[in-house]
């Protein structure tokens, strides 16, 4: 049965482009096909979740993504769970079908706002786990300013809808925005080898003991020198004598009775004292 055969122009355009970007913008091994699927299965439970809220336009949406998710997994591993994927595939189809008829109004605008967002908002989970942070925040502050302008069409409807949506979202951006602020506080380690082999022990490794490294930088600051003592103030640049003046008198006093001689060992000593009589 082909797809969308009752569908309007467009949504068939919008769907046949949404396949395509599927099959030829994620490579294969992009991403694992366990992982796609898990990702793709999470956004077919949303749509179920909002068709059961009778928010047929976001439900088409999600409805849409799934379907381009599970082409491109059969294209990319197409020995990934051929029968569940290919089930899967057929089944959103029927869905796709039955959801169009009951699209409100400027149901198709808002449609293609929620495709939007899905694509922002599992590009810039992708790139939070993969440790690009920078670049995942300002991913997901696009997904921020889609999901708000349709929150905008439909406040109270819409906000409670995609609630999971956001509150992972906002979740997610206050996450990044406190690790790039805390990178950008964290002081860079610096070390400097000595160039001394300080060798090993039974409790000290080789990699317990300072080693080199690029981009060293040491400032003169970390090891100031105190000031010139002749600079202060009240304190004489010449060190005063410390040895005390005798008078002479005192100095032939010592002359004459120079005090007992200091004890010395020598090998050739020939007197041995008499330590019996005592």
Known sequence: MPPFRNSNGLLRLLTAFAVWVGIFAAPANETAPAEAWSRAYSWLQAGERLAESDQWALAMGAYIETFRQMKAIRNA?????????????????????????????????????????????????????????????????IAKVILDEIIFENPDEFRDAVDTQYTILHDSIGFLEEQISYRARKPRRTYVSDGIDWGTTEFVKGKDLPTGGDEILMSGSLFPRGPDPATIRGISSSIPELTEKKEPAEMESEKKNPGPPGFRMSSKQKEVPDIEGE
């Open 77 to 141: 591993s197409p020995s990934y769970e051929p029968e569940l994927v290919n089930y899967r595939i057929e089944k959103l189809e029927e869905m796709i079908e039955e959801t169009e008829p009951r699209l409100p109004p400027g149901g198709n605008l808002i449609t293609m706002k929620f495709l939007d967002f899905i694509e922002s908002y599992d590009l810039g989970m992708e790139q939070r786990f993969s440790g690009q942070f920078s670049e995942a925040l300002a991913t997901l502050d």
